[in-house]
């Protein structure tokens, strides 16, 4: 099962297959990831909190 890179939480494999590039199988960041966004090919901290709960 596909996990984050970034927090090690378990992500669906439909999550992992929108949102990763082809050929990568672990996103590098999730929704359970509330301190960093992806940002392009890239991942960066958050720059404000999210509104989640």
Known sequence: MPECQNC???V???YAR???PNGI???R???SC???VRDG???RRARS???TG
């Open 12 to 14: 669906t494999p439909a």
């Open 34 to 36: 509330e301190d960093v």
């Open 8 to 10: 090690g939480a378990f």
């Open 49 to 51: 909190t999210r509104n």
């Open 29 to 31: 960041a999730c929704p």
């Open 25 to 27: 199988e672990e996103p």
């Open 41 to 43: 090919a890239d991942v």
């Open 18 to 20: 929108v949102f990763t």
